[in-house]
């Protein structure tokens, strides 16, 4: 096994919760691969006890289904006791098995995201109502630039799904670029006004709405459901809203912690003379 693209990131909205994602081809010899992992994880560790590792195991594709279940559990087992042999019990590693010929590299990055993300069990919530109240069979929030999917509804979530959801994005970010745009290319391929129904020939309605400048929602509502089309843009219409106000509340708190930040500290005396900080 070799490393490829060893890469640190702090993709999360606070600095205190990073994240360090580690990329691996698979091949029959890991064992320097694992050693590598121990070493990087152990300095890691001592920087910052709060960090999250996240390992994906790259180009499984050549793979039977066992055969990857199986190297993903040994994978696990082997890094895991090499942690514990050091002592080192507390830090928690998450494996995922990627590939770039279907949408798992995706769907991984989606998991290491929702991590980071502190409103992750709101918009969840959320999406749960929506779907509940909409006839909606399945919900996912995208991120329409990188195609991960930052939240979802409580119902499983299936490859096929995903993929389709991802496809979907694409169609309609290429088709906007053609027709979309003004005669002299002005205007974005993606606005408030987005939006997008596929009729896919089992019965099942694809439909996308834009919800904020970077973020759609991709729904899967079967066609009877659909038939009520205007309860489901009611429910959007407060959905949508109600994400607004998530990101507004969250958007104040930083700027209100940026602003307290820059106050200069106030300088008192004691009776004795002794300068003193007031908090």
Not at 3 to 14: E, F, I, V
Not at 122 to 136: A, R
Not at 153 to 162: I, L
Request: include cysteine; charge should be neutral; aromatic fraction near 10%.
């Amino acid at each position: 096994m070799s490393w490829w693209g060893w890469r640190a990131t702090r993709m999360g909205p606070s600095p205190r919760t990073p994240s360090w994602t580690a990329g691996r081809r698979r091949e029959d010899d890991y064992m320097e691969a694992l050693a590598r992992l121990h070493l990087t994880v152990t300095r890691a560790y001592k920087v910052n006890t709060d960090i999250n590792f996240e390992v994906f195991i790259h180009k499984v594709d050549g793979l039977s289904d066992d055969h990857k279940i199986e190297t993903q559990r040994d994978i696990h087992q082997r890094a895991n006791d090499d942690l514990a042999d050091a002592g080192l019990e507390k830090i928690h590693l998450s494996f995922y098995l990627t590939s770039i010929y279907d949408h798992s590299i995706f769907e991984a990055f989606s998991k290491v995201v929702q991590k980071l993300i502190p409103q992750l069990p709101t918009l969840e919530n959320l999406l749960n109502i929506f779907i509940s109240n909409s006839g909606i069979e399945k919900a996912f929030l995208f991120d329409v630039v990188s195609k991960i999917y930052i939240a979802t509804d409580s119902t499983p979530v299936d490859m096929q799904t995903y993929e389709l959801c991802c496809d979907m994005i694409d169609v309609v970010i290429d088709i906007s670029c053609i027709y979309g745009l003004k005669e002299d290319g002005a205007g974005a391929p993606y606005d408030k006004d987005s939006t997008a129904i596929i009729k896919l020939n089992n019965t099942t309605v694809l439909y996308l709405k834009e919800v904020t400048k970077f973020l759609a929602l991709v729904c899967f509502v079967r066609e009877e459901s659909f038939e009520r089309k205007g309860l489901i843009d009611y429910n959007f219409h407060c959905f949508r809203k109600a994400i607004h106000e998530v990101f507004e509340v969250r958007m104040k708190m930083v700027k209100s912690r940026k602003a307290q930040s820059r106050l200069p500290k106030k300088t008192g005396a004691t009776p004795n003379g002794t300068p003193r900080v007031l908090l």
